[in-house]
T-cell receptor
């Protein structure tokens, strides 16, 4: 079955430190991949997406993600975290082999930022 | 402004009293979905719609109904709410093309007592 896994439920970093949030997928073919952020009390906002081509994609708010086919991963990174980055982060995938294009979400990673 | 609007934002109701959560989008999106978010379980899809009059069950459809009579609206109906439907609900919409990603509403916090 198709699935998206975010191995870390919580991640704690200090403000100014670098960040990497992990995402692994299990699909027959490379899916379309997305990262969303959910700030407290808000809906989800799209950070970035990957379809094909350059494996390093840039998103909003200074985030980037790297697609690694050999590891079935799409990890989210940021070089220097700000306190306002504290939020819930969701990785999602959509099958690229046609069909309904309905996304599957990971369970989310909660980012805690210490001053 | 392009957006998905859900109403109400907060709702407390009693077991068995029918309720409707409305969802409207102004982006002419074909796809619309309803999700519920529960601690430790992430986002689970309830129902989705690929276009007007086309709806299908997601992962957790029991106890819910939807309709898609117009492209912009996708209400979620709980005919007889139960406490296990206490959750945070999100409506989302997307263009038909897979790569556009979803636009989410701000959520509806539902409590069933």
């Amino acid at each position: 079955a198709q699935s998206v896994t975010q191995p870390d439920i919580h991640i704690t970093v200090s403000e100014g430190a670098s960040l990497e949030l992990r995402c692994n997928y299990s699909y027959g073919a490379t899916p379309y991949l997305f990262w969303y952020v959910q700030s407290p009390g808000q809906g989800l906002q799209l950070l970035l997406k990957y379809f094909s081509g350059d494996t390093l994609v840039q998103g909003i708010k200074g985030f980037e993600a790297e697609f690694k086919r050999s590891q079935s991963s799409f990890n989210l990174r940021k070089p220097s975290v700000h306190w306002s980055d504290a939020a819930e982060y969701f990785c999602a995938a959509i099958s690229s082999s046609g069909g309904s294009y309905i996304p599957t979400f990971g369970r989310g990673t909660s980012l805690i930022v210490h001053p | 402004e392009a957006q998905v609007t859900q109403n109400p934002r907060y709702l407390i109701t009693v077991t068995g009293k029918k309720l409707t959560v409305t969802c409207s989008q102004n982006m002419n999106h074909e796809y619309m979905s309803w999700y519920r978010q529960d601690p430790g379980l992430g986002l689970r899809q309830i129902y989705y719609s690929m276009n007007v009059e086309v709806t299908d069950k997601g992962d957790v459809p029991e106890g819910y109904k939807v309709s898609r009579k117009e492209k912009r609206n996708f209400p979620l109906i709980l005919e007889s709410p139960s406490p296990n439907q206490t959750s945070l609900y999100f409506c989302a919409s997307s263009l038909r093309e897979a790569g556009e990603g979803y636009t989410f509403g701000s959520g509806t916090r539902l409590t069933v007592v």
